[in-house]
């Protein structure tokens, strides 16, 4: 969720400064020490952090907003594992204990809790599938821009533009109106969110999750529009992400795309083959990603689709 971070501030400010990370530390820390601030690896202490920020000349961002957006950005990330496992009890602690912790809320967090908590009121059944769209478009459109957007059209989005939150909004939306029967419509959205994820890939301004997730809903989309050739292609594409990183435990869901759509097509050998490859991989599935019988029953269903990144 967050677009700026302690060691993100500290690398932009010093390259715009023109300054090495040995001249900046000289004194203070080790090189090391600094590169594993900047990539997010490691929160400086509060007396090295202030000595980096006087030799930048900086003041404006005090080490206790840090650590207040640090633990916010933490109780975020358990927050969407929550959801990603469906571990309803530990939603509500996290939904709470960040409504607790709202303060001074810019539209991208006011967006993020509202998507968040949209999840949670469909995975709780507190909203039918058909109203779903409807709860992800007032998110959207809760910014002046949301609704421009939704004046000028989905095909003017300029996606370079917009935040993670936004894109996960977005694909939200097009759940929603998959949901509705409108598959042309969430086949709009889904087919632009993908190259331009295929496009970020090189400079990594989206992560290979979020990449995987949209080739997998775009592969979903296809199969229910009966197109089963088109989904194949995006299976294959989400494979290769999730091959390359180690997404082991998203292959499966994957995979029993490709089976459907080797189904459609009578393709029974190549049916067969995914069908194996499944079982094998289906013994290594970690805890982490919920208990055994939650992802086997998700899992069958060809429905399942990836409301979180």
Not at 114 to 131: K, R, S, T
Request: with cysteine; proline share 1%; net charge neutral.
């Amino acid at each position: 969720m967050k677009e700026q971070s302690m060691g993100r501030i500290l690398r932009r400010i010093r390259i715009e400064q023109g300054m090495t990370q040995e001249a900046l530390v000289e004194g203070i820390c080790t090189a090391g020490y600094l590169s594993r601030v900047e990539n997010g690896s490691q929160i400086p202490s509060r007396q090295i952090y202030q000595l980096l920020m006087e030799r930048l000349g900086e003041s404006g961002y005090s080490y206790t907003y840090w650590q207040e957006e640090e633990e916010k950005e933490q109780t975020c990330r358990e927050l969407l594992h929550a959801l990603q496992t469906w571990q309803k009890e530990h939603v509500d602690e996290k939904l709470l204990k960040l409504q607790k912790m709202k303060g001074a809320q810019d539209i991208r967090e006011r967006q993020f809790y509202g998507m968040a908590h949209v999840i949670w009121l469909y995975m709780n059944e507190a909203i039918p599938q058909e109203d779903y769209l409807g709860c992800c478009r007032t998110i959207w459109e809760s910014d002046a821009q949301g609704k421009t957007r939704r004046r000028q059209g989905m095909d003017k989005i300029e996606f370079a533009e917009m935040s993670e939150v936004q894109l996960w909004i977005l694909n939200n939306l097009a759940i929603g109106h998959m949901w509705r029967g409108e598959y042309r419509e969430s086949a709009s959205i889904l087919l632009r969110l993908c190259r331009y994820g295929h496009k970020s890939a090189e400079d990594v301004r989206l992560p290979w999750s979020v990449r995987a997730a949209l080739c997998h809903n775009m592969a979903v989309c296809l199969l229910e529009m009966e197109k089963p050739k088109e989904a194949l292609y995006f299976c294959d594409q989400a494979i290769a992400i999730l091959q390359k990183e180690g997404g082991l435990s998203s292959v499966l869901y994957v995979l029993r795309l490709q089976m459907e759509a080797y189904r459609m097509l009578q393709d029974m050998d190549a049916y067969y083959r995914a069908q194996t490859l499944l079982h094998h991989l289906n013994c290594h599935l970690v805890k982490e990603k919920g208990s055994r019988a939650q992802i086997e029953k998700r899992l069958w269903d060809r429905r399942t689709l990836f409301v979180i990144f």
